[in-house]
């Protein structure tokens, strides 16, 4: 508990870090969308191919990034299975009692992992390579013209950064609690679901009295340091849109294009 | 009957690039009914030595053993949380009950008390931390004042009736008046079931004026133990570690520079009183 | 203006006139009829037991509570009117107790900046009074890093900084040494003494410990809500001060001074430090 890392920052120099948090955020989401709209097996090679060769450039080790994907095999291997056989259509390929299995379903079950694969491999390396704070000041940037409508873009940005501040104080203050209660003989361990929830209050209660506590000395804290809210505030850190962003968004516009129109084009 | 630590190891994250060793080799004996203080810098591995004491942390190498037995043992896990009491830091932020006594008998009723005992063994313990059951056992634990937050704190631990009372920095953040009321509290709670106490504390003052013996950490290592007099005498040793020398002691040293013979180790304002006093004939007053 | 008399006079930073305070339930008063003056260039201790009024007290020298009756004053503007607020804030900074629950943001140099931000500095100016600040605290080393894995005395030295950035006058620390170890402790009071001495920084401290106040110019007493002892650390903590009265103790070597002088040995009633001990004790003893 000593050393939380939060989100999942990997330090080190590379062309991929040093890009605008904007750009970053803007271009992941136009990844997004590229990958629900590919629908071809050798399209999502071109893809992927397109995905590795940013973590090649970001510097940060393949080994992080299939690291991060770890945690999801279980969801994959359910989406895989739900697909394959909930999805009928084409050919039926095999059959035994209720279950078929179908061409169509084959294929998106394959999609689906893929996709799925693809989607958290772009977000990840997003947070790989973004500090947390960079990318809370680039979706406040980016949210900033909603501000007309009334959108609190500066205070839903300040309720990040406090969030990312406080989770580690938490997270170890739990640890505390916790074991504070295991001292007074609390068993957190056996018993059926309903017992093992309602063990859980002694530390669901101290923990959520001292988060209040909390909340309450900083917003004191903010105040006597002049803070009433976005107005007349400056930055510290200047996030600008460099010449490296113009060419990243050059070269991700003329990859996404590409992908899309041959996908279009060629027939198979 | 005694708590023992042989080479007791513990490396946060081994093997991971943050490794980093807590405590180092350490061999104690604490007896049965001792009162002992623990001190040592921020970051020497006090903390981690004690939650390996009632088996809340398991040890990367060595061995803890409770009255002989061994905490590697699940099974003896468990019997160490009824035997070794540990309060921790600001242990009022473990309050959770909606009423006082309710609070104090969470302790005793995981022990397997009934209710009706657990409340008995809740009153006995608001007792013994100076609170009144017939104003308090009624409250909310969250309406107190920080003093007395404290001591229900407190009390939940003694009312699983511990052999041995362990405290982290149990006066933390206490105003005097508060800092003095919980010493005094662990004095007569020793005084009057026996149990062992072991303090962790800041204060070499506190130390020397209510310990018998004591412990002294320094970058994950025990680098003295003993009696208090025995560890005290070196006050030069424990300047070396950090740690804050009590200004009796430097009054000491510094009459001796000034060619002053003073012939026992003076660490305590008391002790200082007592050698001038003799010195000069003591001058009735 | 012009009157020679006045200007002879040390100028007060802060004025506080027949404060009065109640909390929500209005019974009884946590502050009563309490007149202060906080002068530039001092160092004041105000002391008391949890309970006594102190933080209370220091809560109202930058406008986080206002007076229910009497008045509180920062050079001339009156804490009640609004459009002062921003200004008292910026003129005088607190540390609070808990280290944690002060630091805002996910990287020291970026809280450093917190206020500034808040002030509408621009960047640049931020920059330097960030890099400045985290010297003075001798915390620059530590600019990149994360607060949660500093100790208690670093992210205490990170709040001052994150205060001194906004260029006060004043300086309170309420109680912000009571979470913190010995050495923790030291390194706050050595940073608020320097910068007194060399920037001539005004330094209100809130504490429960005597022996920081020993350092003061000037110690207050506080006792349910009122002010009952005001002056020198030395006459504060004189022999017969019953200052224990008010539920406080000693200092060590006040405490050994008492005790000699009731075995009828010499000493000067006043005698604080440890040197002071010495100084009276050296003769008696080599005599023997």
Redesign the interface.
Known sequence: MKDITLGQYYNVDSIIHALDPRTKLVLTFAYLILVFLVSKLWAFGLVALFAISIIYLSKVPFKMVLKALKPMRFLLVLMFLLNLFAAKSGEVLLKWWIFEITAGGIRQAVFIVIRLLLLVAGTTLMTFTTTPISLTDGLEKLLAPLKKIGFPSHELAMMMTIALRFIPTLLEEADKIMKAQLSRGADLESGNIIKRAKSMIPILVPLFVSAFRRADELAMAMESRCYHGGEGRTKMRVIAFKKRDAIAFLIFASAFALILVLQKLVVF | MSIVAEKLTHIYLEGSPNESVAIDSIDLKIEAGEFWGIIGHTGSGKSTLVQHLNALMQPTSGRICVDGDDLKDKKNRREARKKVGLVFQYPEYQLFEETVLKDIAYGPMNMGESTEKAYEIAREAMVSVGLSPDEIEGRSPFELSGGQKRRVAIAGIIAIRPRYLVLDEPMAGLDPRGRKDILNLLKTLREKTGCAVIMISHSMDDIAQFADHVAVLNEGKLYKAGSVAEVFSDMEALRRTGLDIPQAAILAERLKKQGIEIDRSIYTVEQMLDFITEKTGGVSG | MGDLLYNKQVMARIEIKNLTYFYADGETPVLDDVSLNVNEGEILAIVG???SGKSTLAKHM?A?LLPYSGTVKIDGMDTLNEENT?SI??KV??V???P????????V??DV???????????DE??SR?SSSLEAVRMSEFAKN????L???QKQRVAIA??LA?MPEVLILDEAT??L????R?DVLNIAKKLNTESNMTVVMIT?Y??EAVIADRVIVMHEGKIVKTGTPKTVFAYDSDIEKY???LP??A??RD???????EIPHDALL?EE??KA??P???K?
């Open positions: 037991h949890n309970g930058n986080l921003l804030r910026q900074g607190m609070f107790q808990n944690d629950n002060q630091i805002v943001t996910t990287v140099e970026e900046g917190f206020g500034p931000e808040n002030l509408g500095i621009p960047t931020i920059l960030v994360a607060p949660h894995m100790s208690g005395g994150g205060i906004m009571a979470m170890d010995p050495k923790g030291q429960q005597m022996e539920s406080l103790e060590h070597m405490r050994l005790g000699l002088i009731e075995k009828g040995i440890i001990l010495e004790l050296c008696l003893l080599q023997n």
